[in-house]
């Protein structure tokens, strides 16, 4: 017999899914020292890992997974509970370390429980020796609105992490990129058209007349998807989907990584690009992102650049192999560029298979980054691979 997709309830789908992945838990607990993208991946309890939209941090020693902390079905795209961290020494068995950031009961808080947290990444300040976790913040009931950073700082990397507020970064900055003809505030009358103009996350026309960081210079400009990137010299910036998600921008953060510092370049115009990561090889900076198309993966993009400013150039899809597995960047989403420590050029792509529906069961797709012989980084699907991939390049 033939089932319709879907045909039984939610409930049902959501205990179903957890035997059948209870099942693939032991090959993938078996695996031990390898990644098996898309499986199950337990932890030290052997409970599936709970760190979505992540980013690690490698510090003395151990490596540190940061991620949304999600619940069963569709609330857990709300965020319940808060920020996740895992210890790991050798990436692939990971140590629970419990809560780093939770969410606030007071509904007056910007993190209330229930608003949408996403995308957290942590790094450490070695002047200040602080831990800073900034993340992607909508506040309760508002939906995709808001489209604030939120900033959380911490002594010991696992936490506890303390919320310091929550804002949409550069108000009152210009973008450092474009033209000074371009550097004034919409007209009364453009406001007023531009706020009549739905947004839908893909090209209407009033986009094409930069409008909209116009638009947000006073009360600062959207941020949504994000990553943190800290360079060589210990400089780190902001990246983030920002004007209605069409135009990412790259922000330059303060000494100590708490605030903007006041410099940032729009990057790709109407390009609509989200879930960036960064990485930098060789001197050259490389900028994974992805369309916008929702929680439904779409083709991955690469970009490349000399200098973070820019000029950024665009390389297309970097993943190699059968059509319709590299049309949706083998069914994941971009969330952060790894480098694994001791092993030269090496660098961990890391993506989210997201599961709306029972989104505690999102999965995670980790692949080596390859270059060709250009030098050109490209990602190729792995049933299975380990830390030796970096050997004999
Ligand atoms: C795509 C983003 O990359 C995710 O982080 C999340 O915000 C979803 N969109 C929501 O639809």
Not at 111 to 122: F, N, T, W
Not at 167 to 182: E, I, L
Not at 377 to 388: G, K
Request: aromatic share 12%; hydrophobic share 40%; charged share 25%.
């Amino acid at each position: 017999m033939i089932m319709k997709k879907f045909a039984y309830p939610i409930k049902a789908r959501i205990l179903a899914s957890a035997l059948s992945v209870a099942a693939i838990a032991v090959s993938a607990a078996e695996s031990g020292k390898s990644i098996v993208s898309g499986e199950l991946w337990p932890d030290d309890k052997g409970i599936h890992i709970n760190a979505h939209g992540g980013g690690v941090l490698f510090h003395q020693g151990v490596y540190y997974w940061f991620g949304e902390h999600k619940v069963a079905g569709g609330a857990g795209n709300t965020a319940q509970v808060g920020v996740g961290v895992y210890s790991s020494r050798d990436l692939c068995q990971w140590k629970n370390e419990g809560i780093a950031l939770g969410v606030d009961d007071d509904p007056k808080s910007d993190i209330a429980k229930g608003c949408i947290l996403e995308r957290p990444k942590v790094i450490h300040n070695a002047k200040t020796g602080k831990f800073i976790m900034w993340f992607h913040l909508e506040l309760k009931g508002q939906g995709y609105g808001a489209a604030r950073s939120g900033v959380a700082v911490a002594d010991q990397v696992t936490g506890p992490y303390r919320f310091l507020g929550s804002f949409r970064p550069n108000a009152g900055v210009w973008p450092s990129n474009v033209s000074d003809g371009m550097k004034k505030p919409l007209a009364p009358e453009e406001s007023d058209r531009l706020s009549k103009v739905a947004m839908p996350g893909n090209f209407v026309p009033e986009f094409a007349r930069d409008w909209v960081f116009r638009r947000d210079f006073a009360g600062g400009q959207m941020a949504r998807d994000m990553t943190l990137f800290v360079d060589d010299d210990g400089a780190a910036y902001h990246i983030y989907a920002s004007e209605e998600n069409s135009t990412l921008q790259i922000s330059r953060l303060s000494d100590d990584y708490l605030k903007p510092a006041g410099k940032y370049i729009r990057v790709f115009p109407l390009a609509f690009n989200e879930a960036p990561a960064m990485f930098k090889c060789r001197g050259k900076y490389y900028l994974f992102s992805s369309g916008c198309t929702g929680w439904a993966p779409n083709a991955a993009r690469l970009a490349v650049a000399d200098s973070i400013w820019g000029p950024w150039q665009a390389l297309g899809n970097p993943c190699s192999g059968p059509a319709d597995r590299i049309g949706k960047t083998f069914d994941s989403q971009s969330t952060f560029v790894l480098p694994v420590e001791g092993k030269k050029d090496a660098f961990i792509f890391m993506a989210d298979r997201w599961r709306p529906d029972n989104a505690i069961d999102g999965r995670y797709v980790w692949l080596p980054v390859r270059f060709g012989k250009d030098g050109r980084p490209f990602l190729e699907w792995m049933d299975r691979w380990d830390m030796d991939a970096f050997n004999n390049r």
